[in-house]
């Protein structure tokens, strides 16, 4: 299968310069230049996975990824010049899968692209049902659902998949570095406020729906499903 790659970046340099890397690679590319761009784009050519520019002219970074996740849960990593902790989190919680700093190395943001794409398409490749349930929730990692009080609750995949881990193990104690590991994988190559972003988000979707169980922080260790 031939992904396909939107590559968003006002740097028209650096446009192509991932452009002849990853069609080296063997990916199927377009390019869009600012932020109407990207998000016409977007839904014009239904790309895979798209590498988001944060300052770009028009609509920015973080405008871009708000709209194309009210249509969309394509997986996004955000290019930022910046490097700031608050540009990363922001990114995150406007529904990013991840991040690359610039300046970057082209061999990173390859490995990066591979490595958010495997684990979105792993899906797609469930044969077994994945399911746990609990008091008013139903947590599909073979669909990919997440059911609160009998209402779908659009949720990001690797969200899904976190809470899904917890969930499976309850009242077990994961530090953040573990999240990170068994969660998104030894190729990840984010920091634990990864996972603190997702859990906020998550505790967001399920604040007050049952006393028979919660999302803990364990302080100082980590996280926890707790069940009574």
Known sequence: MQYKI??????????????????????????????????EYAEKFAPDLILLDIM???????????????????????????????DKILGLELGADDYITKPFDTKEVVARIKAVLRRTSDKENQQNIKEV??????INLT????????????????????????????????????????????DYYGDSRTVDVHVKRLREK??????EWSLKTV??????FEVK
């Open 143 to 186: 669909n990919y659902e997440l059911t609160v009080n009998d209402k779908r609750i659009d949720t990001p995949p690797k969200e899904l998949e976190l809470l899904y881990h917890l969930a499976s193990n309850p009242n077990r104690v994961y530090t953040r570095d573990q999240l990170l590991d068994e969660v998104w994988g030894f």
């Open 56 to 86: 770009l002219p028009q609509l920015d970074g973080w405008q871009v990824c708000r709209e194309i996740r009210k249509k969309s849960e394509v997986p996004i990593i955000m290019l930022t010049a910046k490097g700031e902790t608050f």
């Open 219 to 224: 302080w100082g260790v980590g996280y926890k």
């Open 206 to 211: 399920l604040e007050n729906v049952s006393q």
């Open 133 to 138: 349930r609990f008091e008013k929730l139903i």
């Open 6 to 39: 939107l590559i968003v970046d006002d740097d028209e340099n650096i446009c192509e310069l991932l452009n002849l890397y990853l069609k080296k690679d063997g990916f199927d590319t377009v390019l869009a230049y600012n932020g109407m761009q990207a998000v």
